[in-house]
């Protein structure tokens, strides 16, 4: 899978960000894609995620509310829209373009790319 990155930075709490992700090659049988993060000193979770399928969205309780998930299926491209910023939204953002469903958990599934950096400051 090929992706593209494009979006995040820096920005003031209460502004607003979007993410980008453009996935080429993205395999048939993906059920979502989305976003995860990790934020310094704490373990990679969960953010957004879109099903290509049937159009449903899953967020983090943290963002619910705050983030849009979004997607253009004919450019094989997903938007996360973050709005009302705070500061422990500071994170490396992954998307990734296959995550599975599971009764516990939003899988991530494949290998991690390098991550956009997102800070918001105070």
């Known amino acids: 899978v090929n992706l593209v990155e494009s979006g995040g930075g820096l920005a003031q709490a209460g502004g607003s960000l979007r993410l980008s992700c453009a996935a080429s090659?993205?395999?048939?049988?993906?059920?979502?894609s989305g976003w995860f993060r990790q934020a310094p000193g704490r373990e990679r979770e969960f953010v957004a995620a879109?099903?290509?399928?049937?159009?449903?969205?899953f967020y983090a309780d943290s963002v619910r509310g705050r983030f849009i998930i979004s997607k253009e299926t004919y450019l094989n491209t997903i938007h996360l829209q973050m709005n009302r910023l705070k500061p422990e939204d500071t994170a490396v953002y992954y998307c990734?373009?296959?995550?599975?469903?599971?009764?516990?958990?939003?899988?991530?599934?494949?290998?991690w790319g390098q991550g956009t950096h997102i800070t918001v400051s105070s």
């Open positions: 879109i099903g290509w399928s049937d159009d449903k969205t």
């Open positions: 990734k373009p296959d995550v599975a469903e599971t009764p516990a958990q939003m899988l991530p599934l494949g290998d």
């Open positions: 090659g993205r395999p048939v049988s993906t059920y979502a």
